[in-house]
């Protein structure tokens, strides 16, 4: 990823609708529902936003100059039954701001997991073409790089521990305590995931483009990462699990450095927590291009800006890394969620990351032939699964640690 000039609101910008739904009709939608009718004021303006690569979001402007995020599945024949879960993921924003909304005032910073208020359900997709649902716009600053190069360095390390804090938890929740029950299955996460994403994978590689007639094409070297991965799996543990856990789907406070929000819960289910914290810390699983070369902090800058796919923080030393070092935030989310550091075999937890960012990108592929993507960069993210795919393989290969 090349340096930015990231100001932490870059997430949150939106432009032009660039997959037109019926406006008059969603208008409809709200002034026949009072849940809805009540907090907007019609009529609305509406704008698409700039990043996001799975469920299109919309910004709604009401009549009072209020706003709102709308979240609806992509048009067209989907490629896999069980993503762009708009349902599921307004189940579960909607159970935790209950949760949130039970817990004692005077802790309610400390235990909450932050997320913004749901206000409807619409399953028919007859109203806008898919299912959608409408949220609360949470105004606040998003982080597209997780650098953060534009704030001070002590504050990049409390922006880092809040999200960790928050990561944590949410793990500490009892899925069944709060109306999540059946919610996803409560044991093999990680056998069922490979199962799932190999069946995903397959399928995106199937796909056409609709001009040229070409197939994206496999991941590379797929058989031999699902044999690795089904060598080296850590133990099963089972919780809810956020499943896209990063710096740029956590919306921080305009000045402060805690997060106020965590949103995009499209793949939450029940699973192992290691998972989320696999995918928050991925940026330090590989090492920086040439580190020993690395001299200051515009070197980083430069290395990045080299043509590499991502943003990579591992291997720096503490004076020339923009964030904290890996250890140091592992042992901030161990504290707060009360597991034993080191964490055993973590390079596979690491690998799986990649694992799953390089499907994930393969499906942005698919999803750019079907000509369904709806991000304005989805055409570069659809060109990183054959470097997800390397990165997993090499930390594959690393020697096995004992299991947890």
């Given at each position: 990823m090349a340096p930015s000039s990231d100001d932490g609101h870059n997430g949150q910008q939106f432009g032009k609708v660039r997959q037109e739904f019926d406006e008059g009709s969603l208008a409809k939608y709200i002034e026949s529902h009072e849940s809805i009718r009540n907090a907007i004021a019609l009529p609305i303006e509406v704008k698409q936003a700039a990043f996001g690569q799975s469920?299109?979001?919309?910004?709604?402007?009401?009549?009072?100059?209020?706003?709102?995020?709308?979240?609806?599945?992509?048009?067209?024949?989907?490629?896999?039954?069980?993503?762009?879960?708009?349902?599921?993921?307004?189940?579960?924003?909607?159970?935790?701001?209950?949760?949130?909304?039970?817990?004692?005032?005077?802790?309610?910073?400390?235990?909450?997991?932050?997320?913004?208020?749901?206000?409807?359900?619409?399953?028919?997709?007859?109203?806008?073409?898919?299912?959608?649902y409408i949220m609360e716009f949470i105004e606040g600053r998003i982080f597209t790089d997780a650098r953060m190069l534009n704030l001070p360095k002590e504050e990049r390390k409390k922006c880092w521990f809040s999200a960790l804090k928050t990561l944590a938890n949410m793990h500490r929740i009892d899925p069944n305590s709060i109306g999540l029950k059946g919610y996803g299955k409560e044991k093999d996460f990680y056998p069922r995931q490979l199962r799932g994403l190999s069946m995903v994978s397959s399928m995106q590689a199937q796909v056409k483009d609709k001009e040229s007639g070409e197939e994206v094409g496999p991941i590379p070297d797929?058989?031999?990462?699902?044999?690795?991965?089904?060598?080296?799996?850590?133990?099963?543990?089972?919780?809810i699990v956020h499943g896209d856990y990063k710096i740029d789907n956590l919306i921080y406070h305009p000045k402060e450095p805690r997060v106020i929000a965590v949103i995009d819960w499209e793949l939450s289910t029940l699973g192992h927590p290691l998972s989320d914290l696999g995918n928050l810390l991925q940026p330090f699983s590989m090492p920086c291009p040439n580190p020993e070369g690395i001299n200051d902090i515009e070197e980083v800058k430069r290395a990045q800006a080299r043509g590499e796919m991502f943003m990579l923080?591992?291997?720096?030393?503490?004076?020339?890394?923009?964030?904290?070092?890996?250890?140091?935030?592992?042992?901030?989310?161990?504290?707060?969620?009360?597991?034993?550091?080191?964490?055993?075999?973590?390079?596979?937890?690491?690998?799986?990351?990649w694992f799953r960012a390089a499907v994930i990108s393969h499906g942005i592929a698919a999803r750019v032939a079907q000509r369904q993507a709806s991000s304005a960069e989805a055409?570069?993210?659809?060109?990183?699964?054959?470097?997800?795919?390397?990165?997993?393989?090499?930390?594959?290969?690393?020697?096995?640690?004992?299991?947890?």
């Open positions: 469920n299109p979001t919309m910004l709604l402007i009401d009549a009072k100059k209020n706003k709102f995020i709308l979240r609806k599945k992509p048009p067209g024949k989907l490629v896999s039954k069980t993503a762009h879960a708009i349902e599921r993921e307004y189940r579960i924003i909607k159970s935790i701001g209950q949760y949130n909304a039970s817990l004692p005032k005077k802790r309610h910073d400390e235990k909450a997991v932050p997320v913004p208020e749901v206000y409807c359900l619409c399953e028919d997709a007859s109203v806008i073409g898919t299912p959608f797929f058989d031999e990462l699902i044999e690795l991965l089904g060598e080296k799996m850590v133990t099963d543990e089972n919780g923080l591992g291997g720096l030393s503490e004076e020339v890394s923009p964030v904290p070092q890996k250890e140091e935030l592992m042992k901030v989310y161990c504290q707060a969620v009360g597991r034993q550091y080191p964490i055993a075999n973590w390079s596979f937890c690491e690998a799986w990351a055409k570069l993210y659809a060109t990183k699964f054959p470097h997800a795919a390397k990165a997993s393989l090499d930390l594959l290969r690393k020697p096995v640690q004992a299991k947890l």
